[in-house]
């Protein structure tokens, strides 16, 4: 079984980190995956970055064009991450933009993944008809889960359509916003997380954008399997080094 | 072979809506509702008054006789340049406006390379009564002063983008981002033929006034409505779309662009897409993009801010791959020249962007007897600065 599955059937609200590879340093991809997994994250997004992550904060943005300024490539991350699967045992998934994908070639980039032992993929513009229509038999060749957004605008119908597609979880974007802007949760998130709450999913939801401490952790997994920080942890690492993931961690949980 | 967009917004292989999910409503509003938007009687006509009274529409189709005398061809230029706000932009602004309004949007977001599509849209925006929110790269607000002051004095906020190389590229992704920061109240007027499926058709169509102006004032001039080229400058692509729209099922009619080679095509400083790109996705479509062979977008250089785009728009890209479209590029000394050949010939002082389109006499040679329209893009008022320096006037 795939362990992005096996890991939403533990019986446990998931806490997920999104960082970019190649960030701070070049090499400190697979140390940052290792401390993670060490003071008990159970899910990672690792981002691959890309020079134009429109749906990126600046906080993101930044850490992308640094780590592109620290010579990450898409053959590096895989280079970095072969090994990876001795060391680590948690759900990893890679998050960035299609273009890249599209130049490595997609059925190559699949494979390259499945080799490695990673779990799923997020490439937030490929979009579910574009998927359907000519890479989903990839992907399920390479048994990689892909990962589908929903917004508070994302419909019932279209909720109902990726629910469909997908067979991992559902990545719920809290706010109406790109990534890092918004911290905290108001009245809005709340009616939209009851909504989703009440529509019985078949796929279990994961919280992202806005999360950023132990309360906002709390409050989006009132209702959700899990949540995922991906600025709030980035800042965290510019302003303290990668030494400190644990203090990072402690905050959360 | 078809040149028109797909119904999912394709042109070949090229086109497409590659957004993440943030943007499918909107986009998806506007996609169901664009085409019947259009042809609806009132929005026709609303458009056409307008086109006509306020842009001072049709724009005049003039015989340039002493630059056809100099390169022995015969020589029209599509006088885009006297529209209002001094290009062809606001074709689409016009456009674009009224298709908010009927979506009930409250606020315009736009970006702007030149400055020419942020003027157009701070335009119509004040003549609508809508707050408007244009993007400038950095390096673009320096580069054209002129046309940041006009868009502050028309009421528009100009916020600079300070990512990236701080050009049109960047403009453009962070408009983006604030179009997923305000999905509900705001619409996005993308100045060019490029962005997710619809715009790059609903663009075109805008802008295919120019061709279709062209048809008739041809026929009146020439006793036919088909040229044997129609010559445009393309960055993004918006006046050449516009300018080849009813022209490109007609095989007899040469479709010529000329994009921005920097100071060389293999100088490293180049804006030539088609010379340099390869497939990939930009701003929500698949199209022909100067990257790296990691797939990072590169920063494009053109003296013209308006050139300055790293991509070219999909229907641009399915022209240059199937043959379809003649595709040249001019240096900034060419262009430079064929600004100031222009102005001392026809007493017309060109947009940089355009002076690009006029260098295809440096690359091409017509017969006597051909009728070669050029698309007279916009005037050059706004660049003076650099005629200046570049010339030392």
Redesign the interface.
């Known amino acids: 079984m795939n362990r992005i599955n096996q890991k939403m059937q533990e019986d446990k609200k998931l806490l997920s980190i999104y960082f970019t590879a190649g960030y701070p340093s070049l090499n400190d991809t697979v140390k940052v995956i290792q401390d993670l997994e060490a003071n008990g994250i159970d899910m990672i997004e690792i981002g691959l970055p890309?020079?134009?992550p429109?749906?990126d904060?600046?906080t993101i943005?930044n850490s992308s064009?640094a780590a592109?300024k620290n010579g990450m490539?898409?053959?590096i991350l895989f280079e970095q991450l072969k090994d990876i699967r001795k060391s680590v045992s948690i759900p990893l998934i890679l998050m960035g933009?299609?273009?890249?994908?599209?130049?490595?070639g997609v059925e190559a980039f699949c494979k390259k993944c499945a080799e490695i032992g990673i779990d799923g993929l997020i490439m937030?513009?490929?979009?579910l008809?574009?998927y359907q229509d000519e890479y989903e038999a990839i992907f399920k060749k390479y048994d990689l889960k892909n990962i589908?957004?929903?917004?508070p605008?994302?419909?019932d119908a279209?909720i109902l359509q990726i629910d469909a597609a997908s067979d991992a979880f559902i990545y719920m974007?809290s706010t109406?916003?790109?990534t890092g802007?918004k911290s905290g949760f108001g009245e809005e998130q709340t009616t939209y997380f009851n909504r989703i709450a009440a529509m019985n999913l078949k796929n279990p939801q994961i919280v992202g954008f806005g999360i950023n401490n132990s309360s906002t952790f709390k409050q989006a997994t009132t209702h959700a399997k899990g949540a995922i920080i991906g600025s709030a942890f980035i800042k965290h690492l510019t302003e303290h080094g990668v030494a400190t993931i644990p203090e990072f961690v402690k905050e959360i949980r | 072979m078809n040149y028109n967009a797909t119904e999912?917004g394709y042109y070949g292989e090229f086109g497409?809506?590659?957004?993440?999910?943030?943007l499918?409503?909107n986009v998806e509003e506007l996609r169901q509702n664009y085409l019947k938007v259009m042809v609806e009687p009132d929005f026709k006509k609303e458009f056409d008054q307008l086109l006509k009274d306020y842009v001072g529409r049709p724009s005049p189709l003039y015989f340039a006789k002493r630059l056809s005398e100099k390169y022995n061809t015969k020589v029209y230029l599509k006088r885009e340049d006297l529209n209002h706000t001094g290009a062809h932009k606001v074709n689409n602004t016009i456009g674009q406006i009224l298709m908010a309004k009927r979506l009930k949007k409250t606020r315009i977001i736009a970006e702007t390379g030149a400055g020419q599509h942020g003027v157009a849209t701070a335009t119509v925006c004040a003549l609508m009564g809508m707050k408007c929110v244009v993007y400038m790269g950095e390096i673009d607000i320096a580069r054209q002063a002129p046309n940041v002051a006009r868009m502050k004095m028309l009421g528009a906020e100009v916020r600079p983008a300070l990512?990236?190389s701080r050009t049109l590229?960047?403009a453009t992704?962070e408009a983006?981002?604030d179009w997923?920061?305000?999905?509900?109240d705001t619409h996005y007027i993308i100045g060019s033929a490029i962005g997710p499926h619809p715009y790059p058709d609903m663009v075109t169509r805008f802008q295919s006034i120019i061709s279709e102006e062209i048809k008739w004032q041809l026929k009146e001039k020439e006793g036919r409505e088909n040229p044997d080229y129609v010559v445009a400058c393309i960055g993004g692509g918006s006046n050449a779309a516009g300018t080849y729209y009813h022209f490109l099922h007609e095989p007899e009619v040469g479709i010529i662009a000329v994009e921005a080679a920097g100071k060389g095509v293999n100088s490293g400083e180049s804006a030539a897409t088609s010379a340099l790109g390869?497939?990939?996705?930009?701003?929500?479509c698949k199209t022909l993009?100067m990257?790296t062979?990691?797939?990072?977008?590169?920063e494009p250089y053109s003296i013209s801010a308006g050139l300055d785009y790293p991509g070219v728009g999909p229907l641009h890209a399915h022209l240059y791959t199937s043959g379809r479209g003649e595709f040249y590029s001019a240096t900034d000394d060419e262009a430079m020249n064929s600004g100031l050949e222009l102005t001392q010939l026809e007493g017309i002082i060109p947009a940089i962007e355009t002076s690009h389109a006029l260098a295809i006499f440096k690359h091409k040679t017509f017969k006597p007897d051909d009728v070669v329209v050029i698309s007279l893009s916009g005037r050059g008022d706004k660049d003076l600065d650099n005629y200046i320096k570049y010339f030392n006037l």
């Open positions: 890309f020079s134009d429109l749906a904060g600046p943005q064009t592109l490539t898409t053959n933009y299609f273009n890249p994908m599209l130049q490595y937030p513009d490929l979009p008809d574009v589908f957004l929903i917004t605008q994302t419909s279209r974007v109406a916003s790109v802007s | 999912k497409g809506a590659y957004i993440p999910e943030m499918y409503p990512s990236g590229k960047d992704n983006i981002r997923i920061n305000n999905p509900v390869k497939e990939g996705v930009i701003h929500g993009l990257q062979n990691d797939g990072q977008i590169t």
